[in-house]
């Protein structure tokens, strides 16, 4: 049994670092908040109900452990990785909806959204999960989910338009860089 | 009004039933704001996102992540079975025969604490006692790279995983890092209040991991962890409480 799940945890693995470093805008933070969550994942597998989606069980955990680390955050004071500055979109300004987003923009607007809308960017638009499924992993109604997801894209785009200095200048702002 | 567009961003992502999409269209005809939030959503919409994270995907999973999922115990504070005892052991062996350093000598006793945490705040033994120890290096960098009247921060400190290990005692995982190098170890507080390191990585560039030494940290870490790792709340209140042990 146990064997089994943890063969279907490691297939999960490829996605679920995917989703972590959405949510941490790091692979090394991404993937050290994989490690705690299959972790804590382990350490209480009995709760996990066989019939019911290991892949929805898994990023629940992630989202929590992360929700909760950025909610301690706040309570000490945002924290700016200042390698953020560096990895802004350039200087060549572009329309957002007429070219290809890439990796570096649509990474760094995710980090300027709240955790929540963050997260449920996360789990929508790259992980591809239902909005009933979100709501079930998230532990909030679907009304909330669609809410917060309208908000979420409506701030995302409208950072992903903004030209690349105001971006910089906003920025350096936060963090005096 | 919010209704509708959550209609339309669940249209863009093919979320709408067959039955109401015929009323959104014949709404999206006669309300431009509704078409222009549609234009949004398309704009940010699973496709076109997912697109851009799918390299990710297509990493290969690290093998100590691999080995985590693999290997690490299941049972909420195990009792030590045989073949625990034994995977621990050949851990051990292969982890000193990897790190010949003094400074990297693993889980054996007082005598060669290298790093003191108490709380939040740390110090650092002088390097000299503990031969080639990440402070030695850094501290190089800093003398060789740093201008007269500038300060150089020596050290950046991140725990990235607290728990309790199968003595009960408090366990935190965490990264160092100096302008260019990094190490990752584990402290275990002992009964004094001292945090003791009993494993730690060759400190290495910035951006590279040194081969199999992440995945000997994470294999050990799993192989002391009792129970669930604590979160961010549990170590606010722990750390404010000064680790008490009950």
New interface residues.
């Given amino acids: 049994m146990?064997d089994e799940i943890?063969s279907r945890?490691?297939a999960v693995?490829?996605?679920l670092?995917?989703f972590a470093?959405?949510l941490t805008g790091s692979?090394e933070h991404g993937?050290?908040l994989?490690?705690?969550a299959?972790?804590?994942a382990?350490?209480?597998?009995e709760r996990w109900q066989p019939g019911t989606r290991l892949d929805s069980w898994m990023y629940r955990i992630a989202q929590n452990?992360w929700l909760?680390?950025m909610?301690?955050n706040k309570?000490r004071g945002e924290v700016v990785d200042v390698e953020a500055v560096e990895e802004l979109p350039g200087l060549d300004g572009r329309e957002?909806?007429e070219s290809q987003?890439?990796?570096e923009e649509?990474d760094a607007a995710l980090r300027r959204l709240p955790a929540e809308q963050r997260a449920v960017?996360a789990l929508?638009?790259?992980?591809?999960v239902?909005?009933k499924e979100a709501a079930e992993i998230s532990g909030v109604p679907i009304?909330t989910i669609?809410?917060r997801?309208?908000r979420a894209?409506?701030a995302?785009?409208a950072i992903?338009d903004e030209p690349a200095t105001m971006q910089k200048a906003r920025v350096a702002a936060r963090t005096g860089f | 009004m919010?209704h509708t567009?959550?209609k339309a961003?669940?249209l863009a992502?093919a979320?709408l039933s067959a039955a109401e999409v015929p009323a959104l269209i014949h709404e999206l005809a006669r309300n431009p704001s509704l078409v222009r939030?549609l234009?949004?959503?398309i704009?940010?919409?699973?496709q076109?996102?997912?697109?851009?994270?799918d390299?990710?995907?297509?990493?290969p999973?690290?093998q100590w992540?691999?080995d985590?999922?693999?290997h690490?115990?299941?049972e909420?504070a195990a009792v030590r079975s045989a073949s625990k005892r034994s995977v621990g052991r050949d851990m051990l062996k292969r982890l000193k025969e990897r790190y010949t350093l003094p400074g990297w000598s693993l889980a054996a006793g007082p005598a060669f604490a290298a790093l003191l945490i108490a709380a939040s705040a740390w110090l650092l033994v002088p390097p000299s006692s503990h031969g080639d120890t990440l402070l030695a290096a850094q501290l190089q960098h800093a003398i060789e790279t740093t201008a007269s009247g500038q300060d150089a921060a020596l050290l950046s400190f991140r725990p990235?995983?607290t728990?309790r290990d199968k003595d009960q005692a408090y366990c935190r995982q965490f990264e160092i890092r100096s302008g260019v190098e990094r190490s990752a170890a584990l402290a275990c507080r002992q009964d004094t209040g001292v945090w003791q390191v009993v494993m730690q990585t060759p400190p290495g560039p910035l951006g590279t991991t040194p081969a199999g030494a992440r995945e000997d940290l994470?294999r050990f870490?799993?192989s002391r962890?009792s129970?669930?790792?604590l979160?961010?709340?549990q170590?606010?209140q722990l750390k404010d409480r000064g680790w008490p042990q009950n």
């Fill in positions: 146990t943890r945890m490691v693995l490829p996605r670092r995917r470093y959405a692979t993937d050290d994989v490690q705690e299959c972790l804590r382990l350490s209480r597998v452990i909760d680390r909610r301690a309570v957002i909806t987003l890439t990796l649509v960017i929508v638009c790259i992980e591809g239902s909005y009304g669609m809410s997801l309208a894209r409506q995302l785009h992903l | 919010e567009h959550h961003m669940a992502d979320e939030a234009q949004v959503y704009a940010v919409g699973r076109r996102v997912a697109k851009v994270y390299t990710k995907r297509e990493e999973v690290p992540l691999i985590t999922v693999m690490a115990p299941v909420r990235v995983l728990f994470a870490v799993a962890m129970g669930d790792p979160d961010a709340k170590v606010d």
